[in-house]
């Protein structure tokens, strides 16, 4: 069975301080998505990245970053000078690439870690 | 705004009764998935629909159920509430293919069972 573990539940910055968000994962599949979601406190869920469990290039999208390591099953995210605007929900899933009957391609979250910016 | 779109918004209802809540899924995707948010068991997924016919099945209860329509647009029917049904619950679609492709959230249904 798969499973995602964001073992931090809260984190508290101060403005223009870099946070990482861990993200470990466990699946028996060789093929497998990596997602990343927002969710602000207005309640919805924004995607933020997929990444494909054959491509461990880290990406970089403006603030905004990810560090892919098969080896420990992490995939985590870094925002760098954080701001208030970046005060969410944020949620690690996992899919598998191959059709499963039980699950189909059902995203398995993690429990999320809220991270509060302040001023 | 992700091209998806779910009403209601929110949902006040007693326990007993039964709702349905509605989800568009974005210009051609094929796939509608329902997950449920709650408290206790974060978020859960429930169903899958592909095309119209179901293609898998989570911890979904028995006195839920869904469907898809042609038009593509699918419901959730959930019966029988009870105060533990109380949830943010979210429609997402992907596609067009049967595969794990992004799958874009609607803005969800706050269902409240009193």
């Known amino acids: 069975a798969q499973k995602v573990t964001q073992a931090q539940t809260e984190i508290s910055v101060v403005e223009k301080e870099d946070v990482t968000l861990d993200c470990v994962y466990e699946?028996?599949?060789?093929?497998?998505?990596l997602f990343w979601y927002k969710q602000p406190p207005s309640g919805e869920l924004v995607f933020l990245i997929r990444?494909?469990?054959?491509?461990?290039q880290n990406e970089i999208s403006g603030r905004y970053s990810w560090n892919f390591q098969k080896s420990t099953s992490s995939f985590n995210f870094t925002i760098t000078a954080s701001q208030v605007v970046d005060s969410a929900v944020y949620f690690c899933?996992?899919?598998?690439?191959?059709?499963?009957?039980?699950?189909?391609?059902?995203?398995?979250f993690g429990k999320g870690t809220s991270l509060l910016v302040t001023p | 705004d992700s091209g998806v779109t779910q009403t209601p918004k929110h949902l006040i209802t007693a326990t007993g009764q039964r709702v349905t809540l509605r989800c568009s899924p974005r210009?051609?995707?094929?796939?509608v998935y329902w997950y449920q948010q709650s408290l206790d068991q974060g978020l859960q997924f429930l169903i899958q629909?592909?095309?119209?016919?179901?293609?898998a099945k989570g911890n979904i209860l028995e006195r839920f159920s869904a469907q898809q329509f042609p038009d593509l647009h699918s419901e959730l029917n959930l019966s029988s509430l009870e105060l533990g049904d109380s949830a943010l619950y979210f429609c997402?679609?992907?596609?067009?293919?049967?595969?794990?492709?992004?799958?874009?959230f609607g803005p969800g249904t706050r269902l409240t069972v009193l």
């Open positions: 997402a679609s992907s596609g067009p293919t049967l595969s794990s492709d992004t799958q874009y």
């Open positions: 699946t028996r599949d060789t093929t497998y998505y």
């Open positions: 990444r494909n469990s054959f491509d461990e």
């Open positions: 899933a996992l899919s598998e690439a191959t059709l499963n009957s039980n699950s189909g391609y059902a995203l398995n």
């Open positions: 210009s051609g995707d094929l796939s």
């Open positions: 629909y592909y095309n119209g016919e179901e293609r």
